[in-house]
């Protein structure tokens, strides 16, 4: 999705629906989102950097490396801490890219109040996190294409991790992470992986790194884009929001 673009007509469009305290009041979540993502790519390019930097073999012969540099990280060498410094950092920025995507689902969420106009919805003390908009926009038979869109993202393994593993990293615990090799003929894999955790009383598996800020992402990014898509279409009235009581 090109967010420029896309928040530039939506914001247009915005201008010419609401009225002028409620613009006002959408510029600020509604820039944030594009700026979120900005620092989600940024972290993600800086643990891949990180991490790459160690090896100087072929990818096929880089498993070979790494078992050493693992061994030499077991015996406390020089070149065995410089490799754990690596790791460190590199898990600093997945931790930092997590949160700023999860942060993303709640300033949508302030931009599907604000444009739809969805205060009535809500006591003035609630908080309005996307997971709840969603449930009282569904409810209320608010724009059932933005509900379905956003449910599916909501429900999406994907995000249910990402949740999962931000609420855990600051609330509880960090979440233990160890370097990989998989030795299998043919197979041969190595990377950085999340141990294993329990975050509301269910077990979440290991998950590697790369596919975390990898596939992950992007299969996020395409849920999300098709979320603010919708949004587009009511806003251009194509599809007219109706509250029902």
């Known amino acids: 999705m090109d967010w420029k673009i896309n928040i530039t007509e939506f914001d247009q469009l915005a201008q010419q629906r609401l009225p002028p305290h409620a ?22 390019a800086e643990a891949n950097r990180l991490l790459a930097q160690e090896f100087t073999r072929s990818m096929e012969q880089q498993y070979v490396e790494a078992t050493g540099k693992v061994l030499m990280q077991a015996a406390g060498t020089d070149e065995g801490r410089r490799f754990a410094e690596a790791c460190l950092y590199a898990e600093a920025h997945v931790i930092a890219f997590a949160e700023s995507l999860h942060s993303t689902a709640d300033m949508l969420a302030q931009v599907l109040c604000i444009s739809l106009n969805l205060d009535n919805l809500f006591k003035p003390e609630e908080k309005r996190y996307l997971h709840e908009v969603v449930k009282r926009m569904d409810k209320h038979r608010v724009a059932p294409r933005i509900v379905a869109a956003a449910t599916c993202f909501l429900k999406s393994d994907e995000f249910r991790y990402l949740r999962a593993y931000v609420n855990t990293t600051k609330h509880t615990s ?24 329990n975050y509301r009383s269910e077990i979440w598996p290991e998950k590697s790194v790369s596919d975390f800020i990898g ?31």
Request: hydrophobic share 45%.
């Open 23 to 44: 613009t006002a009041s959408l510029q600020l979540p509604l820039r944030s989102i594009p700026w979120k993502f900005v620092l989600c790519r940024y972290h993600v």
């Open 174 to 197: 960090l979440v233990s992470s160890f370097y990989s090799i998989g030795l299998v003929p043919g197979q041969e894999t190595h990377g950085l992986k999340m141990a294993a955790f």
């Open 215 to 245: 596939p992950d992402f992007d299969s996020l990014c395409s849920l999300y884009s098709t979320v603010f898509a919708e949004l587009i279409a009511v806003v251009r009235g194509q599809q007219p929001p109706t509250t029902s009581a």
